[in-house]
């Protein structure tokens, strides 16, 4: 099946249920859905069809920013206490959106402080358990985790393990210089950057289910069009389904922001989904049974040598791609 979902924001998304419902009326599920401080898409989804993956991130609460980690980290705060400073404002609203929301993604590219980040989220990993939430990890920006993270990522996703958290990352097309507007074209240095993680992750045996929470086109600041947008996502979809770890990647955005909003083409996706039918899986699911359907693959690792990443270099994405990220964080 299609490993393409939903990304939802506050504001409009016009056509939302329809699209759910022809889906679940061919007989087709939607893979996941995600939705930040509004979880309408979420409820939604879940209507139609149980088994969709639904994913929920919190930005804010009463003013009070939730991504913005970086003070508690430059003070080397304890991270149980900043773990259970986010579970104490986070819980209550957790609780109310149980029934819409199956994983919570905690942090929204808070892309660094590695290893920090990952003793926060082991302990805040132990506080969900009890309660019976499961977490989506690290939610790195795209151009990221770099080489260097991978044993602090790897060393949280072995706590993980077992457990139904999932690893998230969010990848871009058009975020650098020289760099197309869509994913495809972009690899492996965004699109696809996962792989490489994943073949580190595989290595140390803490290979985690996948989920690409954000996958968009001009950086998420526009809607590129109905037919390049399904061609981009198209293009993905094959990508994503060769890799058996990846449950699926949410399609940036519905909702208000910037001219990304791509409601309009929520008819030609809901298409496109349904013309890749669900397949029956052999033998026992791959990884966890508790995880939507993945389909099997064979996935190959792509590797970066020097020359590559010395061009990445030369690009310069990764300090505009921060600048322009951090800039935006906090409105999402």
């Known amino acids: 099946m299609s490993k393409?979902?939903?990304?939802?924001?506050?504001?409009?998304?016009?056509?939302f249920g329809e699209f759910c419902r022809s889906i679940a009326q061919a007989g087709q599920r939607l893979a996941l859905v995600k939705g930040v401080d509004d979880f309408g898409a979420c409820g939604t989804a879940k209507q139609y069809d149980a088994r969709t993956l639904t994913i929920g991130r919190l930005n804010s609460i009463d003013n009070i920013d939730l991504q913005g980690?970086?003070?508690?980290?430059?003070?080397?705060?304890?991270p149980l206490d900043t773990a259970r400073w986010y579970y104490g404002h986070v819980r209550p609203r957790w609780e109310l959106n149980r029934s819409r929301v199956?994983?919570?993604?905690c942090f929204n590219e808070w892309s660094g402080y590695w290893e920090y980040q990952s003793d926060v989220l082991i302990h805040l990993m132990g506080l969900a358990e009890l309660d019976g939430f499961r977490l989506g990890l690290f939610g790195t920006s795209t151009g990221n985790p770099p080489d260097s993270s991978y044993p602090a990522i790897a060393r949280a996703c072995l706590r993980a393990k077992g457990h139904g958290h999932v690893m998230c990352v969010h990848e871009y097309g058009g975020v650098g210089t020289g760099m197309?507007?869509?994913?495809?074209?972009?690899?492996?240095?965004?699109?696809?950057?996962?792989?490489?993680l994943y073949d580190y992750l595989r290595s140390v045996n803490a290979v985690v289910p996948l989920v690409i929470s954000e996958a968009g086109q001009e950086g998420g600041g526009e809607f590129i069009g109905t037919q390049p947008f399904i061609d981009d996502l198209a293009w993905y979809d094959a990508e994503l389904?060769?890799?058996?770890?990846?449950?699926?990647?949410?399609?940036?955005?519905?909702?208000?922001?910037?001219?990304?909003?791509?409601?309009e083409a929520l008819p030609a996706l809901a298409d496109?989904?349904?013309?890749?039918?669900?397949q029956e899986q052999p033998?026992?699911?791959?990884?966890?049974?508790?995880?939507?359907?993945?389909?099997?693959g064979a996935p190959q690792a792509e590797s970066v040598?020097?020359?590559?990443?010395?061009?990445?270099?030369?690009?310069?994405?990764?300090?505009?791609?921060?600048?322009?990220?951090?800039?935006?964080?906090r409105q999402r």
């Open 241 to 263: 389904m060769q890799d058996d770890y990846v449950i699926g990647a949410c399609a940036w955005t519905l909702g208000r922001w910037a001219g990304a909003n791509f409601q």
């Open 272 to 278: 496109y989904i349904i013309a890749h039918p669900n």
């Open 305 to 329: 040598s020097l020359g590559a990443l010395l061009a990445t270099l030369a690009l310069g994405a990764g300090a505009w791609l921060i600048g322009r990220r951090m800039r935006t964080r």
């Open 4 to 15: 393409i979902g939903i990304h939802s924001i506050i504001g409009p998304r016009t056509g």
């Open 180 to 196: 197309p507007g869509t994913l495809k074209g972009t690899q492996p240095f965004h699109a696809l950057r996962y792989r490489r």
């Open 69 to 78: 980690l970086d003070d508690a980290a430059q003070r080397n705060q304890d």
């Open 102 to 105: 199956d994983v919570w993604e």
């Open 283 to 296: 033998g026992p699911l791959p990884y966890r049974a508790y995880l939507p359907l993945v389909v099997r």
